[in-house]
């Protein structure tokens, strides 16, 4: 896109080739980079490619954990300034306005149930899962709530699209393209259970000959040709003085209760209390 603030590497405009082959053909899919090698951007680049040639009437949906709304937010207003973006969060979210005179709105998973009727009632172009092992379990508020979402086109973002065992795959991609992998229960007796527990490496290549057009996965090690040279920051921080005095107030309290308790149960039976100091500390 020519209003992205960026310079795409061969690997990222593959990807956003790729997201963009999806949404011609009406499909959803999971980008499941490791981190660090750029799923925001590509996925900014692929909503600029879609403002730019005139299909984002409808407002996008970025679902991600609270702790990365400031990165989101930050990384869209330095690559994709054009992007009218908005962050709903907060105790006074519901003062101000929702996905009006927005391009991009940014919201957090713990929302998704409480303000479900604004999710359910608002038409979107695109929903992003970011952080999408989030919905690993079906039958969470969050994962019904996202798979019931109107949207044109839906894709999730993550390193780990499978951690524990195949169950969390098919609620990605129930999300994805409901239906796509069966019911639940179907989905069991020809997948699940046969590769889990009987080790059928037949139903093993079906699943995957099917999944894996719909999921782009890539590696540090696989790239890292295309990586910059990393680079090592050390900044040592100094406590101010309230902090400093606190942390030392804290500090004497804890040791003081740490050597009771080894005095008197000995350092087998005080584990919890040193654990305890450690995390105030």
């Known amino acids: 896109p020519a209003s992205l603030q960026a310079e795409l590497r061969p690997y990222q405009r593959q990807g956003l080739n790729w997201l963009q082959f999806l949404r011609a053909h009406h499909l959803g899919g999971v980008l499941a980079d490791d981190m660090g090698l750029g799923k925001t951007v590509q996925t900014l680049a692929h909503l600029l490619r879609e403002q730019e040639d005139g299909r984002l009437d409808r407002p996008c949906l970025v679902i991600a954990p609270v702790s990365l709304l400031g990165n989101w937010r930050a990384e869209a207003a330095r690559f994709a300034p054009s992007l009218r973006t908005r962050v709903w969060h907060g105790q006074g979210r519901h003062g101000t306005a929702f996905a009006e005179d927005c391009d991009l709105l940014i919201a957090p998973y713990s929302l998704l149930q409480r303000d479900k009727e604004r999710w359910l009632a608002q038409p979107w172009h695109i929903v992003v899962l970011d952080e999408a092992q989030h919905i690993k379990n079906a039958t969470t508020h969050a994962a019904q709530v996202v798979s ?13 699209p499978l951690e524990n065992h195949l169950g969390e795959l098919w609620s990605l991609y129930h999300f994805l393209m409901p239906g796509f992998l069966g019911s639940h229960k179907r989905f069991g007796e020809l997948f ?3 590769i889990e527990k009987l080790g059928d ?3 093993l290549a079906r699943l995957r000959q099917r999944v894996t057009p719909f999921m782009l996965r890539r590696t540090k090690d696989v ?4 990586l910059p040279p990393l680079i090592e920051s050390v900044t040592r921080v100094t406590l101010a003085s309230k902090q400093a005095d606190l942390y030392e107030t804290i500090r004497l309290a804890t040791e003081k209760a740490v050597r009771e308790a080894l005095a008197a149960k000995g350092l087998a039976r005080s584990q919890i209390q040193v654990l305890d100091a450690l995390l105030k500390l």
């Open 201 to 203: 490496t037949d139903a």
């Open 223 to 226: 790239v890292a040709q295309e």
């Open 192 to 194: 699940r259970t046969p």
């Open 148 to 160: 019931a979402l109107d949207a044109r086109q839906r894709l999730a973002l993550t390193g780990t």
